[in-house]
Structure formats: structure tokens, C-alpha cells
């Protein structure tokens, strides 16, 4: 393995051999609801979700998806960023949560700016349609199309603890009907919700694997002000994993063992993610910044001489 490569599938790597050059994904927000917010599913949201959370300062749900694309490009060329590929996320919300007709516009819309080569649509495993798939399927043909399912958890004990509104299950049929359309998939995860063990985590690695979607994002559990875990957190704080001294070094040896299990073939986008600071109640990562964290990752994997899926049972 060349040094300077990460001792894992880097997902970077994975999308510049793909397309052709450095991607740099734009966060949109088509101001999607969410089933779980507006009584389909269940009311209230997510126990951990306060979705101004996730959306970058330069996504304005006021403006239209050109000038969000538009203001995007100038906020990352502004921190001498360029690419050579732009990617459209829906990532605010449920991106496949609406009528048909107004996702195709949304979806059209972003496409046809001259800079952006592709779309990647965050939304949950419930979300999703075959009619949906169907215009993805066709956008497909000329445009690369990712979608990003929010599973967070293999287990459905959690799912129902922080009232996601779907099961496991759900999220094992999504990632099939659409690879099924040869359409990217990504899973999205969150590492330390209530009650999980250390080794439930770790363990919930070979249903990531057998899952098998193109990418995967891990996040750790950021305790958000004003949400009802954040109320849980402060009642039951034996309930949640990284409430020990030094929740980093015992964060990042987690993520080790789990890379370590994990299908080589699965590309890593992240191990974790950042939020605006007045937001947050608790995040085991406090400030650290992200490439900071990475290198530490990067260290540790090199010094125990491990790689992604070297511990992998087939």
C-alpha cells in the first residue's frame, strides 16, 4: 500500500477515479419535510434531529437550487477549493419526501446548471418509491446519482428507542430496489445512540457488510440543545457510551474496529461530523477539527498495522 494512501477505502479516491476528477459535494436544501415530523410516521422528529443543524450557513432554503448551487461554489471558492466535478446534495430533510412531479423539478433544476455533474440525495429508507426510482434511473443514464439512506442503526430496539419511524428492515429493502437500478448507495450511520454496547456497534458491522452499499458515513452521536435525547442525556447519562474521560481516543479505537470488519469494498466517506457549536449540548469529539481527527485515525491504524477488513469474516 503506498504511504500516502489512507489504510482504508477512502471514498475521495473511490469518486475521483469515478468521475474523472476532484468532486466537491454543494449542500442544497429543497426545504423537505420529514415523515416523522408531520404525523405520517409519528410526530416530533427524531429523538437526537435538530435539522438546522445540518444545513451549511450558504444553503437558504429562500433561494432556488440555482442560486444555492451558485452561492455554494462561490462560499468554497472563497476557501480556495475548487473542483473539477460539483455534485448536487439534497441533504436537509427527506430528499425524496414530496410529490413526484416537484422532485423531478427540484432534481431537473440542479442537473441542468452548467457546473454540476451530478446529484446526491439524502433521505430515509421509508422515502423511497419505485416511481421515484424510476426518474433517478433515467436521470442515471447521463449524470452520476447517489442516494445517501439515513439507516443509523442495524438494530431496531434503537431505531424505535429514538423514534426513528422505520425499521432495519425498511433500510435493507431501500439499498436493494436501488442498487437493483444500478444507482449508487450510501448508509449513513450514528456510533453511540442509548443503550448500544461497544460491541453491539462493532458487531453490526457484518450487517453493514452484508447490506453492501457503495459508501458509508459514520457519524458520533452529537447531543443537540433542546431535543428530547438531549433531555435523556442529562437524566441517563449511564445510557450513552462516550461519557468516559478521554471519549476521542475511546471514539477513534471504535472506528478502528469497525474499519477493520468492514467489506473493503465499501468506500469510507466519514467518520464523523461537525455542528455549529451553539447547538450542541455535548459532542464526544469536542472541537476537533475533522482532518486533525483523520490523521489520528490514519496513525492509529498504521501503528497497530491494520487496514480495512483485515479482521474481515467471510
Same mark, same amino acid.
Given at each position: 500500500?503506498?504511504h500516502?494512501?489512507? !489504510?482504508?477505502n477512502d471514498y475521495?479516491?473511490?469518486?475521483r477515479?469515478r468521475?474523472?476528477?476532484r468532486?466537491?459535494?454543494?449542500?442544497?436544501?429543497?426545504?423537505m419535510?420529514c415523515?416523522?415530523?408531520?404525523?405520517?410516521?409519528a410526530?416530533?422528529g427524531?429523538?437526537?434531529?435538530l435539522?438546522?443543524?445540518?444545513? !451549511?450557513?450558504?444553503?437558504?432554503?429562500?433561494?432556488? =437550487?440555482?442560486?444555492?448551487?451558485?452561492?455554494?461554489?462561490?462560499? $468554497?471558492?472563497a476557501?480556495?477549493?475548487?473542483?473539477?466535478?460539483?455534485?448536487?446534495?439534497?441533504?436537509?430533510?427527506?430528499?425524496?419526501? +414530496?410529490p413526484?412531479?416537484?422532485l423531478?423539478?427540484?432534481?431537473?433544476?440542479?442537473?441542468? $446548471?452548467?457546473?454540476?455533474?451530478?446529484?446526491i440525495?439524502?433521505?430515509?429508507?421509508?422515502?423511497i418509491?419505485?416511481? =421515484?426510482?424510476?426518474?433517478?434511473?433515467?436521470?442515471?443514464?447521463h449524470h452520476y446519482i447517489?442516494?445517501?439512506?439515513?439507516?443509523?442503526?442495524t438494530?431496531?430496539?434503537?431505531?424505535?428507542h429514538?423514534?426513528r419511524?422505520?425499521?432495519y428492515?425498511?433500510?435493507?429493502r +431501500?439499498?436493494?430496489l436501488?442498487?437493483a437500478r444500478?444507482?449508487?448507495?450510501?448508509? $449513513?450511520?450514528?456510533?453511540?445512540? &442509548?443503550?448500544?454496547?461497544?460491541?453491539? =456497534?462493532?458487531?453490526?458491522?457484518?450487517? =453493514?457488510?452484508?447490506l453492501?452499499p457503495?459508501?458509508?458515513k459514520?457519524h458520533?452521536?452529537?447531543?443537540?440543545r433542546?431535543?428530547?435525547?438531549?433531555?435523556?442525556?442529562?437524566?441517563?447519562?449511564?445510557?450513552?457510551?462516550f461519557?468516559?474521560?478521554?471519549?476521542?481516543d475511546?471514539y477513534? +479505537?471504535l472506528?478502528?474496529?469497525?474499519?477493520?470488519r468492514?467489506?473493503?469494498?465499501?468506500?469510507?466517506?466519514?467518520i464523523a461530523?461537525?455542528?455549529?457549536r451553539?447547538?450542541?449540548?455535548?459532542? &464526544?469529539?469536542?472541537g476537533i477539527?475533522?482532518?486533525?481527527?483523520r490523521s489520528?485515525?490514519?496513525?492509529?491504524?498504521?501503528? +497497530?498495522?491494520?487496514?480495512?477488513?483485515?479482521?474481515?469474516?467471510?
Open positions: 500500500m503506498h500516502s494512501e489512507p !489504510p482504508y475521495g479516491r473511490v469518486m477515479r468521475l474523472g476528477g468532486v466537491q459535494k454543494l449542500a442544497i436544501d429543497a426545504a419535510g415523515p416523522n415530523r408531520d404525523g405520517r410516521v410526530r416530533g427524531c429523538t437526537f434531529c435539522n438546522e443543524a445540518f444545513s !451549511p450557513d450558504y444553503c437558504r432554503t429562500t433561494q432556488s =437550487i440555482t442560486e444555492q448551487i451558485d452561492a455554494g461554489i462561490a462560499f $468554497h471558492a476557501r480556495r477549493r475548487t473542483a473539477d466535478i460539483y455534485l448536487a446534495y439534497f441533504q436537509s430533510g427527506s430528499n425524496t419526501y +414530496a413526484i412531479e416537484r423531478e423539478r427540484l432534481y431537473t433544476e440542479a442537473l441542468r $446548471h452548467p457546473k454540476i455533474g451530478g446529484l440525495i439524502g433521505t430515509r429508507p421509508d422515502c418509491s419505485s416511481e =421515484i426510482l424510476d426518474i433517478l434511473e433515467h436521470l442515471s443514464k447517489a442516494i445517501e439512506y439515513g439507516v443509523e442503526s438494530s431496531d430496539a434503537t431505531l424505535e429514538v423514534n419511524g422505520h425499521s428492515d425498511d433500510a435493507i +431501500a439499498v436493494e436501488t442498487r444500478s444507482i449508487d448507495t450510501g448508509a $449513513h450511520f450514528i456510533l453511540g445512540l &442509548p443503550n448500544e454496547s461497544r460491541q453491539q =456497534i462493532v458487531e453490526q458491522t457484518h450487517l =453493514i457488510n452484508r453492501k457503495n459508501f458509508v459514520f458520533q452521536l452529537q447531543i443537540y433542546s431535543t428530547p435525547m438531549a433531555e435523556e442525556w442529562q437524566r441517563h447519562p449511564e445510557r450513552f457510551l461519557s468516559g474521560s478521554t471519549p476521542i475511546d477513534l +479505537a472506528v478502528v474496529d469497525i474499519i477493520r468492514l467489506d473493503p469494498d465499501i468506500a469510507i466517506e466519514r461530523s461537525t455542528a455549529p451553539h447547538l450542541l449540548l455535548h459532542s &464526544p469529539l469536542g477539527r475533522m482532518d486533525e481527527l489520528r485515525l490514519i496513525e492509529l491504524m498504521r501503528t +497497530a498495522q491494520a487496514h480495512q477488513g483485515d479482521l474481515l469474516i467471510r
